[in-house]
């Protein structure tokens, strides 16, 4: 298995534009998470999924950013409009399931909006 | 609200085992202790996790305390290649409490 797979690697945008960030997590997983890393915030949990339903969005910063998992093998994140205080590395990771097990992340995307 | 506390960095001399603490005074019974690593650059990686007992898998061991309120890492024979950010974390087994929370983690830098 590849492990969970996000693309692009790198994103250079101006402010104003929609950005979308795409996911493929490991087959089989059906728990989904979008993270957002910074050097001032850490590590933050936006949103996650449970059999492509999102449960807990709470962490999803204002209503430019929002998140779909159409189906059980692709999830998007999307900001529009960008601004330069979203520039962070975005991670996605997957679980078999919520409960007692460990979630696999993938190499996250560095964004910039300049 | 964080609900681990560990140090902001600590230092280990390569081949000597690396003892990583954690405090988790509220930690309820239904929550899990789980380790994870963050190496420059790359996402999270997985350690380890227990519930009470203490675990040991080919990465770590996890020793908890019997009151269940902290908890230690070790990583037996630390190299160049563990310099990292290692994050305790205490996750429910069940429910919107279970997502992965993390916090500011220990950063370990292992030296020759």
């Known amino acids: 298995d590849a492990g969970v797979i996000q693309s692009p690697r790198h994103e250079v945008t101006e402010m104003g534009q929609e950005v979308t960030l795409r996911c493929k997590p490991i087959?089989?997983?059906?728990?989904l998470f979008w993270y957002r890393q910074t050097m001032m915030r850490g590590l933050e949990l936006l949103i996650y999924?449970?059999?492509?339903?999102?449960?807990?969005d709470s962490g999803m910063p204002e209503d430019r950013f929002s998140a779909k998992m159409p189906n059980a093998s692709f999830s998007t994140l999307k900001i529009q409009p960008s601004e330069p205080r979203d520039s962070a590395v975005y991670f996605c990771?997957?679980?078999?399931?919520?409960?007692?097990?460990?979630?696999?992340f993938g190499q996250g995307t560095r964004l910039t909006v300049v | 609200d964080a609900k681990t506390t560990q140090p902001p960095s600590m230092d280990c001399a390569e081949g000597r085992a690396a003892n990583l603490p954690c405090n988790h005074s509220?930690?309820?019974?239904?929550?899990?202790v789980y380790w994870y690593r963050q190496i420059h650059s790359q996402g999270p990686q997985y350690i380890i996790h227990?519930?009470?007992n203490n675990e040991t898998n080919e990465m770590a061991s996890l020793i908890i305390t019997e009151d269940r309120k902290s908890s230690t890492l070790i990583l037996p024979h630390a190299t160049l290649r563990d310099t990292a950010v290692y994050y305790c974390?205490?996750?429910?087994?069940?429910?919107?409490?279970?997502?992965?929370?993390f916090g500011t983690g220990t950063r370990l830098q292992v030296t020759l």
């Open positions: 990771a997957s679980s078999p399931w919520t409960e007692n097990t460990e979630a696999f």
């Open positions: 087959s089989g997983h059906n728990s």
């Open positions: 999924f449970n059999n492509n339903v999102p449960i807990d």
């Open positions: 509220t930690i309820s019974g239904n929550e899990y």
């Open positions: 227990g519930l009470k």
């Open positions: 974390i205490v996750r429910a087994t069940t429910g919107t409490a279970s997502k992965l929370t």
